[in-house]
């Protein structure tokens, strides 16, 4: 298995695979229609656009903006189109219209927030228009997303007091808000209590469980606490995430923590084989696990086996030579070693000073430098040293308390002991606590830290087996609204997530779910066409699935290459098999699979049936062209421009089954006749139907006649029409560039005019 990388969310790729919403019908609005060519258009160049391209679907997105101000997916479209070209301004403008269509949504808000917050000069201008957001009405998830904004421009100015007032604020608005949660572990200093980092710890892990760092840091501290039981819990989770995200080793550094709890668990077989791996694997690590491991041998009885290890590690640093070529954490381990395994002060003292020199905050660092001042009889500048890490240091502690004890001073080595926070229940620096005749001061974790455990009681380790069993958490389902579609129909498609579970499942690209779903298409009819990876279709309002919630979104899928075959062949049937998969990955290879709680659905079966071309269907396919219902006209010139371009391609041999002889002059005589019709509408229908046909010169003629008619979108789907000629258009398309009324109809002209002046290497900005 390789590794993957998650499938990117937004801008030009998106914007070409995305399915775009449909009303609740058969048919499709005019801005719909207008969609979907743009989705049409992208589908169809993907991989190959051009800066024609891009702004072809530019335009048409403002164009069904025009027709349908309240048409979401074009303003979310051309919200990524903005972001992808920089235009910030646009961006904003999409942000708005998005949020004044629907104000409860959660990702516009999000978004509208953060380009709000970067247009504003100074840190008190961005926190006065905060707060003016803040105080106007908002849902308790936006003003939740608002304090944690605020929040983040206090912990800028390290006002830790202020931060950590709006995190909790946010946090009451909104438990599940990412950006507070995260923040609360970014508001933490010396003055924190480990209950509060744990806490606020075990609340990230609880949204984000995937990512490695977090659950290891969560892990680390129970484990330094005593909660063994719970931090193995944490440790197991930590490897599971860094396995399913990386499909590697994990670091030393967490294999020599995870040593150490399984210790203290008592399971001694697999921390020595934990140990030897590192050194094994990590030069840069094998001091420590030596070290480790040559105590943890010589604590079992296993001196035969632990001798070796002190040799080995007597081998390695007798070759340092020259303290300025080595790194400093090897002249720490070095003279922690002639401290502790093989006494040599002086040497341990010329060590530790070395390693000083270089990292003088160091807390490893300092304990050593304490421990070799010790051993060289300056137990003034050892207790300097030692005496301000001593309580979190259990070496640290010792080796202070072992100074008093050594002046016949007991109470004060008890007192030294009892300070030490967390005091150690196993490894090294215990055995050495143990050794002191001092009364024990380790206590149950629990009653000693009982904020901690209650913390652990607020969190809910069940989340990781969402790796596991993702549908355990999420029920993603997909239908369509009929098994049965006519030609001229939408293809529609419904994808549903619900949170079965009790625990609220972030959204996003970099959260616990992804929201997209990656559909793929198999059509039986004249033959077997693939669509694999065809496109995509992503729930992108909510940025959280809260327990119970479900959330819905329906698209057409008729778009791209499925389209053309199916208005290829509008009288043969059409077999369609659909799959879609949730949160998809895409290998270094190329290869997609189900990403973090991703799961594949389908196949989901249905049939585009074949017209029928009886006398009476054919007469009442006519009949309907002419119809006073937009719906049932739209369909029949749809199925009308369908048959004639059926006709067209069995005419040249491009067709596998011979197609029922329908008249194709009087298809194309009502088709002329619509392009002649009052009904600017019916116009634009028809024109945008062309794309099934072939163009004679009578179609082009009426198609040109329409480039002088008074509404903007007829002219600006002539202009579509007429460009399948090419620079045989040139003339006249440069002359629309200048002269027509309407900047969308100058803009796809110029467009246009310069796409075909343009050599064809260019490509559109990926």
Request: glycine content about 4%; some cysteine; proline content about 6%.
């Amino acid at each position: 298995m390789t590794q993957s990388r998650r499938l990117p969310c937004a801008l030009f790729l998106m914007l070409l695979t995305h399915i775009c919403a449909v009303a609740d019908s058969t048919g499709r609005t005019t801005a719909e229609m207008l969609l979907d060519l743009a989705r049409d258009h992208g589908l169809n160049c993907a991989g190959k656009q051009t800066r024609c391209d891009v702004e072809h679907i530019h335009i048409l997105l403002r164009a069904a903006t025009r027709v349908d101000p309240d048409l979401v997916p074009a303003h979310t479209w051309l919200y990524e189109l903005a972001q992808l070209c920089g235009d910030e301004a646009a961006a904003a403008r999409a942000l708005t219209e998005l949020l004044r269509i629907d104000p409860t949504n959660e990702v516009a808000f999000a978004r509208w927030l953060d380009a709000g917050v970067r247009a504003q000069q100074t840190v008190e201008q961005r926190r006065k228009w905060l707060n003016a957001v803040a105080a106007a009405e908002r849902t308790p998830v936006q003003k939740a997303q608002v304090h944690a904004h605020l929040a983040r421009l206090n912990l800028e100015q390290l006002d830790l007091p202020a931060a950590r007032q709006h995190i909790a604020t946010a946090l009451a608005l909104d438990a599940a808000n990412i950006d507070a949660v995260l923040l609360a572990t970014e508001a933490h200093d010396d003055s924190t209590t480990p209950a509060d980092r744990a806490r606020d710890l075990l609340r990230l892990v609880q949204l984000r469980p995937h990512v490695f760092e977090y659950v290891w840091q969560a892990a680390l501290l129970f484990d330094r606490y005593g909660f063994v039981a719970d931090a193995e819990v944490l440790f197991d989770a930590a490897l599971l995430a860094h396995v399913e995200q990386t499909l590697d080793t994990p670091p030393a550094a967490f294999q020599l923590d995870f040593t150490r709890n399984r210790m203290a668990r008592g399971r001694l077989d697999d921390a020595i084989s934990l140990l030897r791996d590192v050194i094994r694997r990590d030069p840069h690590a094998a001091a420590e696990a030596g070290h480790l491991l040559h105590f943890l041998l010589a604590s079992t009885g296993q001196s035969e086996q632990a001798e070796p290890v002190r040799q080995q590690l007597a081998r390695r640093f007798a070759e340092l030579r020259t303290p300025e070529d080595v790194p400093t954490n090897e002249l720490a381990q070095a003279a922690w070693f002639y401290c502790t395994l093989s006494a040599q002060p002086d040497r341990a003292l010329m060590l530790a000073r070395a390693a000083t020199k270089r990292a003088p905050e160091d807390g490893f660092v300092q304990r050593v430098l304490g421990w070799a001042l010790a051993a060289n009889a300056e137990p003034d500048a050892a207790r300097a040293v030692l005496e301000p890490i001593a309580t979190s240091d259990p070496y640290a502690g010792y080796r202070l308390a072992m100074l008093a004890a050594e002046e016949d001073d007991q109470d004060r080595a008890r007192r030294i002991v009892a300070a030490i926070d967390p005091l150690p229940i196993s490894g090294p620096a215990a055995s050495l606590l143990g050794t002191m005749d001092l009364p024990p001061a380790a206590t149950q974790p629990a009653l000693r830290y009982p904020e901690m455990q209650k913390a652990l009681q607020h969190f809910d380790p069940r989340i990781f087996a969402f790796f596991a069993e993702p549908e355990q958490f999420v029920k993603a389902s997909l239908t369509v609204a009929d098994r049965s579609t006519d030609p001229g129909d939408a293809w529609w498609l419904q994808l549903d997530l619900t949170n079965r579970s009790p625990i609220p499942i972030p959204l996003g690209p970099d959260e616990l779910l992804n929201p997209v779903f990656l559909i793929s298409i198999r059509m039986q009819g004249d033959r077997t066409r693939e669509y694999g990876a065809l496109g995509t279709v992503s729930i992108d309002h909510a940025r959280t699935l809260r327990p119970g919630q479900s959330i819905s979104v329906r698209r057409t899928i008729d778009i791209g290459p499925p389209r053309r075959a199916s208005r290829s062949t509008p009288q043969h049937l059409q077999r369609i098999s659909l799959t879609a998969m949730l949160a998809p990955e895409q290998s270094p290879a190329g290869e997609w699979g189900p990403g973090l709680g991703g799961q594949t659905l389908g196949p989901l079966n249905f049939n585009r049936i074949p017209v029928s071309t009886s006398g009476t269907a054919i007469r009442a396919i006519f009949a309907a062209a002419a119809a006073d219902s937009p719906a049932r006209q739209a369909r029949a010139i749809e199925v009308l421009t369908e048959l004639l371009g059926e006709q067209q391609r069995a005419t040249i041999g491009h067709l596998t089954y011979t197609p029922t002889q329908i008249s194709a002059r009087r298809i194309q005589r009502i088709l002329i006749d619509l392009l002649a019709g009052d009904d600017w509408k019916v116009r634009v229908r028809t024109l945008a139907a062309l794309a099934n046909v072939g163009l004679d010169r009578e179609l082009v003629t009426a198609v040109e006649r329409c480039l002088a008619h008074e509404h903007w979108l007829v002219r600006l789907m002539s202009l579509r029409v007429l460009a399948r000629l090419g620079p045989q258009f040139l003339e006249q398309t440069e002359r629309i560039s200048q002269t027509d009324p309407d900047e969308l109809c100058r803009a796809l002209a110029a467009a246009l005019v310069d796409d075909w002046r343009t050599p064809k290497q260019e490509s559109a900005p990926r």
